[in-house]
């Protein structure tokens, strides 16, 4: 008991650091959501979805004029990362099917790179308690970036449409390690840009994503 | 307008259950190794795309500008081990700086 005590403490005070990040990239995200959706909408999102990637993801799908579907297609695609985390995650999570889907809900990257051990090993107490900071924290942020939304005239003077993408750098850095990651980076990097010029927005990410099928190779 | 709702409704319902698959039907079957090999790409890929499309794409034409500059203080404050907070104020501050001198 007290050693999961322990990893309880372990897992908040590195949640405390990345919930100041997600903190931030709440605030940018509510202020380049909010011309595009309006007030209400991205503090919804931000409370219901809580991923960031996919959150940004449809939002850029939606600013550059694409469609819901797309939008959808792209949130989900960019989400897929957390049924491989959910599967690792699977074996430490406790009770019955209800509340482990619960659990899961838990599963945010930080949190999950944190609390992975390599090899299978998993622990459930770091997992639960580095989200624990980082849900309120991106919330708080997207409803702070709303309100500075309707003040701020040009977002892009302030950087903030810096933030998105870095805070996406520092996820695949931690990425970086996987084995085939490096390939898979350098293809889909050519592969988005080579297509952005001829295709709708949304859709050179989605064909971007099938350079992943390089991990068949593998096993 | 609708598009926005129909798109938070999906996204709510698709992340939900995408992210209690794994635990509620792990008492079954495993994933066949090679499906788990394509899924742990799969981020790596979208992020890739998603940092390159939204640092230089301007609706269809690639530009460089001040976000460019962003993305490359993010990428030298992460290969100095910086923190995540760190690595995000620092594009956008460098960003903002180059939007002010050019």
């Known amino acids: 008991m007290s050693t999961r005590l322990a990893e309880y403490r372990h897992g908040l005070r590195a949640g405390l650091g990345f919930g100041a990040a997600a903190g931030v990239v709440g605030i940018s995200f509510g202020v380049v959501a ?21 959150q940004f993801g449809a939002t850029a799908v939606l600013a550059s004029g694409g ?11 960019l989400n897929a990362r957390f049924l491989a985390m959910g599967l690792a995650a699977a074996p430490a999570l406790r009770g019955g099917p209800l509340r482990r889907a619960l659990e899961g809900q838990a599963v945010v ?13 998993f622990d459930r107490e770091a997992l639960l308690g580095a989200t624990i900071p980082q849900y309120p924290a991106w919330v708080l942020g997207t409803v702070i ?3 500075l939304g309707g003040t701020i005239a040009n977002p892009a003077d302030f950087g ?6 870095a805070f996406f750098l520092a996820l695949l850095a931690a990425e970086l390690k996987r084995p085939m990651a490096v390939p898979v980076v350098a293809l889909a990097g050519a592969i988005a840009l080579a297509l952005t010029p001829v295709l709708p927005a949304g859709l050179p990410v989605l064909l971007a994503a099938a350079t992943a099928l390089l991990g068949l190779r593998r096993a | 307008m609708t598009a926005v709702w ?27 190794p090679r499906a788990y090999g394509v899924i742990v ?8 795309a998603l940092i390159l499309t939204d640092t230089f794409a301007t609706g269809q034409d690639l530009t460089v500008d001040a976000r460019a500059a962003g993305l490359g203080a993010a990428a030298i404050a992460l290969a100095l081990k910086a923190p995540m907070l760190v690595v995000v104020l620092v594009a956008a501050v460098c960003a903002a700086a180059v939007r002010a001198i050019t």
């Open chain 2, 41 to 48: 790409l799969l981020a790596p890929a979208l992020l890739t």
């Open chain 1, 34 to 54: 909010q011309p595009v959706m309006g007030s209400i909408a991205p503090i919804v999102m931000s409370v219901f979805v809580f991923a960031g990637s996919a």
């Open chain 1, 160 to 165: 903030l449409d810096a933030i998105f993408p």
């Open chain 2, 6 to 32: 129909v798109t938070i409704a999906g996204l709510v319902a698709i992340t939900a259950a995408i992210k209690a698959a794994g635990p509620v039907l792990v008492g079954g079957r495993e994933l066949p």
């Open chain 1, 67 to 77: 469609g819901a579907v797309t939008a959808i297609a792209t949130g989900a695609m």
């Open chain 1, 109 to 121: 990257d930080a949190s999950w790179a944190l609390a992975a051990r390599g090899e299978g090993g």
């Open chain 1, 145 to 147: 970036g709303v309100l």
